[in-house]
Structure formats: C-alpha cells, structure tokens
C-alpha cells in the first residue's frame, strides 16, 4: 500500500486553466515537500511545509498542508506549457525522519 | 547549478557487462540514495546510505551494490546488467533533519540490449 497517495494521477488541461493536486495520507508527517520533474531531469525541490495549516506561495502555484498534517494540496492559478511535468509529494513520517516517502506523482500536460 | 552530478547521463551496454554509475556532491551531506524510475513513473529507492562507511537497501528489491568510503562519492554497481535492468537511475542528497529536501542528479538512462 502507497503510504502516500497523489491525485490525479494525470491531468491535462489547456493552457490559463487553474488545477490542483492532492497529496493524501493516513499517516503524520514531519514535513510535506513537493518536486517538479522535467523529462530527463531530475526532481526539483519546489516548497517544503512543516506546520499543520501552512500555506505557502511560489509565483502562481500555492502549497497547503494539512491542519492534522496528513496531506498536502498544489494548486496551480493560469497554468502555463512551462508548467507541464511530474509534480511529486514526499514526506518525512512523523516516526522515522530517516528518509522521505514518495508519492506516485501527477504527470501534468498543460496544452498551448 | 548541480551540486550533484551522475555519470554518464546515457549508457548502453550488452547483457552480462559490469557496470558502475558514479555519483558525486560537493555540499558535504552525509545522506545519500539511490532510485530507479521508468519514464514518468514513480520512485523507488534501491539503496541509501547515512554516512562513511554506511549502506542500506531500500524497498525496492535490487541486484546492484553501493559503496561509500568517501562522503562525497557512492557509486553503484550493477555486476551483470540485464534487459530488465533499463531505466533511469537518479542519485540524491540531503542534509539531516525534516525540513531538508533532496538534491538530485540529472540521472542516468541506463539501456541494457
């Protein structure tokens, strides 16, 4: 079982539409980070939230994490064909900071 | 800028060849891991390690080894590459502590023929 489920696993949307992406888990975390991935490339680290109820703002994309801190929402205002990728959750469990756990990632098209 | 670099990005070799991919970071963490990821698919990490000296395997069952006898460098090895060993494989970094993200490569896309 995905300790840390994503949805949509696909969304492909034209480009100006607004979306969003959910992180879900049953477990607390530590902290909820998201990466974006390009083909070829390796994940980039976009936010990492830490305090139940956070909301943090990059540009047009917005991160919120949870008030129980148990999932963790990306919503992306006008989206952009530079916005097309694999956006990934992880997070560090409430019991272990040892290593991050991965969602399955949201592979978004945003179409011109 | 890449702090951490995979080499080579691209590598294609036949059944039964040794290989090993190289992985350096000049930012000093003790952390480091290795994962395998198909083409827009998820990650599953094969091997990580906490410090000199230390190395572990990850959830993903796999017939490669790691060493790490400087902090800087883990290299890993795949003794007898086979067809089912193609993917990209993409080494990271980070600091100790909850609000520390990864660093990662650019990966290498390993296609064994």
């Known amino acids: 079982t995905q300790l840390l489920e994503q949805s949509p696993q696909f969304l492909s949307i034209q480009e100006g539409e607004n979306l969003t992406v959910y992180c879900n888990s049953s477990?607390?975390?530590?902290?909820l980070q998201w990466y974006r991935q390009e083909p070829g490339e390796g994940p980039v680290l976009l936010v990492t939230?830490?305090?139940?109820?956070e909301v943090k703002k990059l540009k047009r994309l917005t991160f919120q994490f949870g008030d129980a801190r148990k999932d963790s929402s990306l919503h992306i205002t006008a989206a952009q064909p530079g916005d097309t990728g694999l956006y990934l959750c992880?997070?560090?469990?409430?019991?272990?900071?040892?290593?991050?756990?991965f969602g399955q990632g949201t592979i978004l098209t945003v179409h011109p | 800028e890449a702090d951490i670099y995979q080499t080579p990005r691209y590598l294609v070799i036949g059944t039964g060849k040794k290989i090993t991919l190289e992985c350096s970071q000049t930012?000093?963490?003790?952390?480091m891991y290795w994962y395998q990821q198909d083409p827009g698919m998820e990650l599953h990490l094969i091997h990580y390690?906490?410090?000199?000296?230390?190395?572990e395997k990850g959830d993903l069952s796999s017939e490669s080894t790691v060493s790490r006898i400087r902090t800087e460098h883990f290299p890993l090895t795949l003794e007898s590459a086979r067809p089912s060993h193609t993917s990209q494989y993409l080494c990271?970094?980070?600091?100790?502590?909850?609000?520390?993200?990864?660093?990662f490569g650019s990966g290498t896309r390993l296609t064994v023929v």
């Open positions: 930012m000093g963490h003790d952390k």
């Open positions: 990271a970094s980070s600091e100790q502590g909850p609000v520390y993200g990864y660093t």
């Open positions: 477990s607390v975390f530590s902290s």
């Open positions: 390690s906490y410090g000199v000296n230390s190395t």
């Open positions: 992880a997070g560090y469990p409430s019991t272990s900071y040892g290593k991050l756990t």
């Open positions: 939230v830490v305090t139940g109820g």
